[in-house]
Each structure stands twice: as structure tokens, then as C-alpha cells.
């Protein structure tokens, strides 16, 4: 991670470093002199979701972009993936995403894909954050070269269409009670407008953002009043999206929840049987449950694990000719029809799959039991206590403790001030001895060089 970028992107507390309306208009000129090439008027798709400082980071953005002689296209509030999938259709030379996703509304972030709809890599990023702490000034377009913005209508549509054209053409929803859930976030409009063309019956809740609530116990990190409507109006099925619906968790009839790991093996063993699945294998993180990798082996299929950040999945998927990969966390990538995660696209899968076996949810979706694994944050104000000797010496004890039967995973998160701890094996009590060991060490050792 540099200055700037995280692992998605930049983010960060609103109105505080490094999501400031200056940072931000720099971020635009930047990126926009980076994706200047050739002498065509350049373009930019702008999205955002739906927290209340996507309209000052919008708009500084825009400065920027237009500074540097980007014609800049707003799109409003819309999914990730959309801007991602309008980079391409609208022949656009970057595209910018305006959000924090998971985030409370405080926060806000900033996402940029390239031409072909995928997010920048490591070296690009490092380019440009080299120029945000230079002078720009001298680059900038001239007077008659500034760039226009101007609002794109029907992009919900849009969207929406490519959405349903990930499902065989005569595949209907119907005979289905579906809840989403939308999480006040920027897929309020077109998520339960694209099920209910599919012809779903559908129930939409925490679809009515006011700039506050945006993630706030709702969507795909607090699903209790998801559960809660599922049982309320007896659905088949709930989908939790989150703030920028790039992840999406399932809850079956019952309100169990299916994550992402259960998603990638659904998806994987149906391409699979299908003939369809790419690469003899899946793409996710060093976050996924040691259950999956079992289950792909015994469908004689590989799990390949990268570092956190859909990003790093969607690079090794295309580096060896992979097309499903994901998070644990619901980000879902499915090569065929996206360059990034998309909640409602992976949601279709999930749905395809139900309706051709015609079976519950709880049936269909829960394909391995996992290993007993536990995760947990500690909050970090200063230091470095990763580098610290107690903390060393905590992790080599852990890590003998578990044995081949087990993983450990610390790592620094790369969107908040947290060191995250994961362990994971066969045997829970002691799974979560470890964790709890390195936590209390970690938090006795927080200003540790």
C-alpha cells in the first residue's frame, strides 16, 4: 500500500486525509493526464453510491478530470460493477467509482478502472500517486482543451439489461419470493427492478437512502433484518448487497447464510458439470475457509489463493485463464460477464442454479461444511506491533500449534486501522485459544517498533 491506495482503491473519513476535496480534485487530474492517449476528447464515467459526501468528492472530482481535459459523464448513484461495464459500453478511457463500499456513511473512497473495465494495477497506481505530490499544474489543459461534464441518462436500464442477459434467455424467476436487501446503497433502483423483470416476486428492504444510512445494520454485513423479513413473508431466498453492490451474501429459507465461499462453490461445481468452468480451478483469497479448498479437490479442482482484494483474484484469473473467483466476503467475480465483483450478477448464478434443481436454498447452496475458523480484529492507533518480538514469537507458537491441519492468516487491513486475525482447523477450541492468544498479545503491544 502506498500514500494513498489501499487495497480498493483510496479511502478514508470524509472530509479528513486523504478524502478531502483537494486530494480528491488532484486524484482527478492525475488520473486524468495518466489516461490521456492520443488526441481524441478523452472520457470518464463518473459513478457513486449513495452517501451524503459522494456529492463534494463528486464534484471535486469532476474539477479535476475536467482540468485535465477529460469530458466527464455522470452517472449518479449506480453499482460498481455498472461503472465498470460503461467504461466499455460507452467507449470511455477510465472509469471512477465514488465509495466506501461495506463502510459506514463517515467514510468514502474512490475506485478507478482503466479502459478495458478493470481496476488499476499495482505499478499504475504507483504512478499515480508519484503525481499527486507534484506539480500538475504545468500539465493541465489549456483554456479551449477543458474538459465538459454532463449527466448520462439511462444507465439504470443499461445496466439492468446486461444484468438479465447473464441468464439464459428463457430462464423466468417466477415461482420465487425473493427479499433484498439493498443496504441504502447504490443499487436501490436496479437490483429489485431487474429481479422483478426476471419475474420474481420481490420484497425490497433498505432501499430508501437519505445519505446516512447507507450499510447501517443492513446489507451484507448485518443481515439480522434480512432474516428477519425472510421469515416475516416466508421468501425463498434473501440477497444482501452492500453499499456499491460489488459483494452479496445469500441467506437461504431458513435465514442461514450462505457467504462467499459457499457462492464460488456452487457456481464453480455447476460451470463445472456444465462444461463451462475455465482453468480446472478457482481464484480466491488467503481468506477463504479451508472447507472449500477440500471440496474443489474433490471435485478434482484447485483453489488458488492470492492476498486480499478482489483485484489480486481478478489479475490471477486472468493470468492463468480463470473465469470464477471471489472473496469470502461475497465479492464474486465471474470473468464471463464482468471485470469485477457484481452482487446482483453472482446473486443470478445462485438463483440459476435453484431454479434448474428445483430444490430449497438451504439444499442447493450449501455445498461443504466448513472448518471451524475465527476471525478477529484488533484496532491499531500507532506502531508497528506486527514487528514486534512477543508478537513474532505468539504467531511461530500459533502456527506449531495448528499444524498442517490448520492455517493462520495476520495481516493489516487495507482499508481501516485493524490488524486482522484468522485461524482456522479441525479443531475449534483450538482455533480459538489461538486467536484469542495473538489478539491479547497484539493489543499489549500497540506502540511496538
Known sequence: MGRYFGTDGIRGRAN??????????????????SFQRGSHRHRVVLGKDTRLSGYMIENAMVAGLCAAGMDVFLLGPIPTPAVAMLVRSLRADMGVMISASHNPYQDNGIKLFGPDGYKLSDRIEARIET????DLEMALADPDALGRAKRIDGVHD???????????????LSDLRIVIDCANGAAYKVAPAALW???????AINDDPNGFNINKECGSTHTDSLRQKIHEVRADIG?????DADRVVILDENGDIVDGDQIMALIAESWHQGGRLTGKGVVSTIMSNLGLERFLTGLDLELHRTRVGDRYVVEHMRANGLNVGGEQSGHIVLSDFSTTGDGLVSALQVLACIKRQNKPVSEVAKKFEPVPQLLKNVRISGGAPLEA??????????????????RLVIRP?????????MAEGDDAALVETVVDDI?????????AA
Not at 423483470?197 to 420484497?203: F, K, Q, T, W, Y
Open 16 to 33: 479528513k486525509f486523504p478524502m478531502t476535496a483537494e486530494i480528491a480534485m488532484r486524484v482527478g487530474m492525475a488520473a486524468g493526464l
Open 197 to 203: 423483470e426476471l419475474g420474481a416476486e420481490v420484497i
Open 413 to 421: 487491513s487495507g482499508t481501516e486501522p485493524l490488524i486482522r486475525v
Open 158 to 172: 443499461r445496466y439492468i439489461e446486461f444484468a438479465k442477459r447473464t441468464l439464459p434467455r428463457s430462464m423466468s
Open 389 to 406: 518480538k512477543q508478537v513474532k514469537e505468539a504467531i511461530a507458537e500459533a502456527e506449531n500449534r495448528l499444524g498442517k491441519k490448520g
Open 239 to 243: 440477497i444482501a448487497l452492500d453499499g
Open 439 to 447: 489478539v491479547d498479545v497484539l493489543s499489549k503491544n500497540q506502540n
Open 131 to 134: 503525481m499527486l505530490d507534484s
